[in-house]
């Protein structure tokens, strides 16, 4: 037992060191081959913020761990919204764009809707998977045409200067990214083996542990990257970034789990999780629509609610797993 938090402490620790290490590696050896600017952001960042929950939901597919894939992934989705959202707009209100409300919103809840209905039998399907697999290979190509068009702010967060040439030369940016994967592998794996030790040692499901513990973990990059978007002032770029980590964790990571091996799907991740999923998700367009005349925010008391329903939706997973265990 001391083991397995040993190793998910460890491996938590490791994997965000290494996701960012890889994602400055990425971007710089895609510099150097001559991949603009814009699709350095859109595809290697939006990628690389992802990578935990990338790495960590697929090798728990190939281990038979679905409720592991499947709780890292949406776990992740109400933790972006509940938790890094609502800290960041009791921080400071964030400013919602027109842009955001007619297109990004929209998708992203139609997308939610997508994946509440691929659950209902009960299996992600290699058939399901394909199809999340497919649409998002569609919104990346329609948010990489619009970028370029310059008609909309890009689905993925985006940034001018991503790489910095004086910072890491070629060389360093290939070892960087060598390095950075190969840690994602090893803290991936230690995330897991901890992760399904705990849960079976203490007769809970593992999907309580990747709801919790493993989809906060491995939220930790996306939570730093909203805490540095305040510092510079921009802070819709927290709002942009959560959205686009929603729909790379709704469809790729839940996608490529389900493409490695077919999940079977927990009644209470339909019942339980999900609404929560798509409530947070309606939430956010009702917050961020302007009503009478105001522009559209989230403001801080708005922030606070997103921050309480997290944490009573924790709490209530943390009960769960305690009377589960026998602990209370």
Known sequence: MLLALVA??????????SADRFIDGAAATAYYLGMPPLLIGMVIIGFGTSAPELFISALAASQG??????????GSNIANIGLILGLT???????VKASVLRKELPILAAITLLSGLLLINGQISRLDAGIMLVVFTGVMAWSIREGFKGRAEPIVGTTDDVVDPDQ??????????????????????????????????LGVSDLIIGLTV????????????????????????????????????????VGLAGLIHPLNVDPELLTRDWPV?????????????????????????????????????TSYLLLTLTRTAGIV
């Not at 402490?9 to 490791?14: D, E, M, P, Q």
């Not at 761990?65 to 949406?74: D, I, Q, R, T, V």
């Not at 230690?190 to 030790?197: C, H, K, R, S, T």
Request: aromatic share 8%; proline share 2%; with cysteine.
């Open 8 to 17: 998910i402490v460890l491996g938590l620790a490791l994997l965000v060191w």
């Open 65 to 74: 761990n679905p409720g592991l894939a499947l709780g890292n992934g949406y």
């Open 89 to 95: 707009a009791l921080l400071s209100p964030i400013a």
């Open 168 to 201: 890491m030369s070629m060389k360093q940016a290939i070892i960087w990214l060598v390095i950075g994967l190969a840690l994602l592998i090893v803290s991936s794996r230690a995330l897991v083996w901890g992760a399904v030790e705990i849960a079976t040692s």
């Open 214 to 253: 493993v989809a906060i973990g491995t939220s930790l990059p996306e939570l730093a990257s909203a805490f540095a978007s305040i510092k510079k002032g921009e802070h819709d770029l927290a709002l942009g970034n959560v959205i686009g980590s929603n729909l790379f964790n709704t469809l790729a990571v």
């Open 277 to 313: 999923m798509a409530a947070l998700t309606a939430a956010l367009f009702v917050m961020g629509y302007g009503f009478r005349g105001r522009l559209g925010r989230i403001n801080r008391i708005e922030g606070g609610i997103l921050l309480c329903a997290f944490i009573g939706y």
